[in-house]
Structures are given as structure tokens and as C-alpha cells.
């Protein structure tokens, strides 16, 4: 579809329960197929996520398509595509081996490539926008004016945006809604049509949809904080018996305390003062509820400053910050020493949280994965330090 210039790869139903996403992108399809007159400046490729699952309407059949993008998943994962190696029998393998080889064509081609990751949540509320906090990914999440949540790559390893940004495409997850609401289709088409725009692969003058899209979405960013921060993730295992309580929706104000859910141990309760994000109402997924945080975005804007002028160079300088020895690109910190700056200034800065085990934290460049197949970043973290 189109000429030259930019690619934006459009990723839909990555969960199989997630139609809404799909079903927004067919109507931009048709409009785009119907009226020829609209020449993309570039082109748009769609890509179906999970389609097994999709077929019959589950998050996932054997494993969840959307945290299986790490460096480890993809190396064995390419292996077995070679003959005479024993294929896996999770049936995401297959769905995962053709996107990535869709993936791989479309990098490899000429002109800048952008991402656009559509998903719904199974609670109300709940329309965001996350992005791994680079520049250019937060100057694409810049065209879809609704809350930008930043920090998830920290707490939830393998997502496919994380994976695209790290292979150096500005990339976006949408969360477009409640799964069943008509409107998260009207809001992923919206996005679309928005960053077409934005990224000027169509003129303004040649989309009509234009206005009604940013009427579906600008009252939403009006409505809730410009940028938060991800703090807590309540992680689910096997087993445990976890059912949120009825009744809360994402970015609703909770107390720390306030019992939220429950599982075989008793009440689970709000860590911190904060926002529940995408409180889980299904019964597949490992992600218990999220816990969010507003924060100014003067701060977004000096980071930016910060990072125009390279500050992130020399902030092994820093008391109990330094180089790390065997892991390029990374920090090793010495929370005994740099415990109060140390996370928030690393954030500006541009750093990830890569591994926070007591008194040590090794932070990464965003954009960057670690070189060490022996660190990363693990399950069921502490919360982010005050
Ligand atoms: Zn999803």
C-alpha cells in the first residue's frame, strides 16, 4: 500500500480476545481500498496478531503472545526454524515465527519504520497510551491525545513494542478501551487515522475521519493526567486464586490499603497511594492490576533537555554510580550510596531499571538490551524506590 517514505506497521488482536483493534483497522482498510484518490505518502501494513486465538476468542491458546519478545524467547525461536531441530509445541510459536518474519521484511526495507500496537483491557477506563521512554517514541505518542503512560518495559518483560523500539522503530501500544465496548473500535480506527496524519503519510485535507477521531480521544486526555508512571504491577501465579473485586475502573484514586482483590492468602490491597490501572476482569492474563502515578510534565521536558545534551554520558561520575564491568552501555548503582537520586535521576536520563536486587541496580539505556544473557529483569519486583 502507498509510494515512498515512512512504514507504519499497524499490530492488531496480539491477544486473541482484543478483536477491537482488528475491527478498527478493517474499516480504515475499506476507506483506503474505496477511495483511491488517497495516495499514502509511504505505506501502511496491517498485521493480525494472535489469529489461532482470535478464531475462538481467548487471550491466548498455549501462552500470551505479548510477553514473549525478549532476546533468549526469539533466539530459540528462530532456531526452530532450521530443520532437524524440534519444533515447540506452544501453539504461539507459529503465530509468533510469521509475525517476526513479517517484522523482519518490513525493517529491513528502506525509509523509517513506526509501530502502532493495538490492544483493549478487560476493565472500564483505560485508554492510554505506552511507550519505552525515548525521544522518538514519545514523539509518536505525542499524535494520540490521551494519557501516556511510561514504565511498563520495567515491570512486565517481552511486550512487542519494547521489542520494536529496541530494534531502533519508534513504536506505541494504544490501549483502546474495554474489550466488548463499540467505542474501543471507533478509538483504535481514531488512532490510525491520527497518526496517518501525524506522520504524514496522508494529508489532513485528504482525511474527513480526522475530526471525529480527535473528538474521540481528546476529551479522554482531557479527562485523566497527560503522563503517569507505572510503580506496581501485582503479578498472578499459578494457583493463587486472585479475583479483583468488582467495581474499579483504571486510573480510579485508591488509598494505600484499600483491599482491591482477593486470592487463597487474603486481601490484596493498594501498596501505595496511586491509580489501579487495567484491573484484571478475565480469567487468563498474569497481571493482577497495575498501579500508576501522575507526574508533571515539566519533568518530560527537561529530560528532554538532559538528554539533547548528552548529561546521560557522564553519569557515572555520580557518587555510587558506575560503569558496569561486564554488561555494555549499562550502569551498576550502589543504592547504599546514590539511594535518594538514584532511580529518578536515572529515568530522566533516559536509563531502564534492568535488575534491582537489595543494594545493587543495574540500569540499561532504553533502546538498548542487555548484552548478559544472566541479567534481566525478572519477575515480581519491588515497587520503584520513593
Ligand atoms: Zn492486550
Do not use: C
Amino acid at each position: 500500500m502507498g509510494g515512498d517514505g515512512a512504514t507504519l506497521v499497524i499490530v492488531a488482536g496480539l491477544h486473541g480476545n482484543e478483536p477491537a483493534g482488528v475491527l478498527g483497522a478493517m474499516r480504515v482498510i475499506r476507506a483506503l481500498r474505496e477511495e483511491r484518490s488517497r495516495r499514502l505518502q509511504g505505506r501502511v501494513v496491517f498485521l493480525t496478531g494472535n489469529r489461532a486465538a482470535l478464531s475462538v476468542g481467548v487471550r491466548f491458546l498455549d501462552r500470551d503472545l505479548n510477553r514473549a519478545w525478549t532476546s533468549e524467547r526469539l533466539r530459540t525461536l528462530r532456531m526452530g526454524a532450521r530443520p532437524g531441530l524440534p519444533e515447540s509445541t506452544a501453539r504461539e510459536d507459529r503465530e509468533q515465527r510469521e509475525l517476526l518474519a513479517e517484522l523482519d521484511r518490513i525493517i529491513g526495507a528502506a525509509g523509517p519504520t513506526y509501530a502502532l500496537d493495538l490492544h483493549t483491557t478487560s476493565g472500564p477506563d483505560g485508554v492510554f497510551t505506552t511507550i519505552g521512554d525515548t525521544l522518538e517514541n514519545r514523539d509518536l505518542a505525542q499524535f494520540l491525545p490521551v494519557p501516556l503512560v511510561l514504565g511498563l518495559e520495567e515491570l512486565v518483560e517481552g511486550t512487542l513494542h519494547e521489542y520494536l523500539g529496541e530494534r531502533g522503530v519508534p513504536s506505541l501500544a494504544f490501549e483502546s478501551g474495554q474489550h466488548e465496548e463499540p467505542e474501543a473500535i471507533d478509538r483504535a480506527e481514531a488512532a490510525i487515522w491520527l497518526l496517518l496524519v501525524g506522520l504524514r503519510l496522508l494529508p489532513e485535507s485528504a482525511v474527513p475521519e480526522i475530526g471525529k477521531a480527535r473528538g474521540q480521544l481528546v476529551p479522554i486526555g482531557e479527562a485523566f493526567p497527560k503522563v503517569l508512571e507505572f510503580r506496581h504491577r501485582h503479578e498472578l501465579r499459578e494457583g493463587d486464586g486472585f479475583r479483583m473485586r468488582p467495581g474499579f475502573r483504571s486510573f480510579q484514586r485508591l488509598r494505600a490499603g484499600t483491599v482491591v482483590g482477593d486470592d487463597l492468602r487474603g486481601g490484596v490491597s493498594m501498596p501505595e497511594d496511586g491509580r489501579i490501572l487495567m484491573p484484571l476482569y478475565q480469567s487468563q492474563g498474569s497481571d493482577g492490576f497495575f498501579v500508576v502515578r501522575e507526574f508533571k510534565v515539566f519533568w518530560l521536558r527537561l529530560s528532554r533537555v538532559l538528554r539533547g545534551l548528552g548529561v546521560g554520558r557522564f553519569v557515572h561520575w555520580l557518587p555510587g554510580i558506575r560503569e558496569h564491568p561486564s554488561i555494555p552501555g549499562a550502569l551498576d548503582v550502589n543504592k547504599r550510596v546514590a539511594r535518594w537520586y538514584a532511580l529518578q535521576v536515572l529515568h530522566l536520563l533516559g536509563f531502564r531499571r534492568q535488575l534491582d536486587d537489595g543494594d545493587r541496580l543495574v540500569v540499561l539505556r532504553r533502546g538498548k538490551r542487555a548484552a548478559s544473557e544472566g541479567v534481566h529483569t525478572g519477575d515480581g519486583h519491588p515497587p520503584p524506590n520513593p
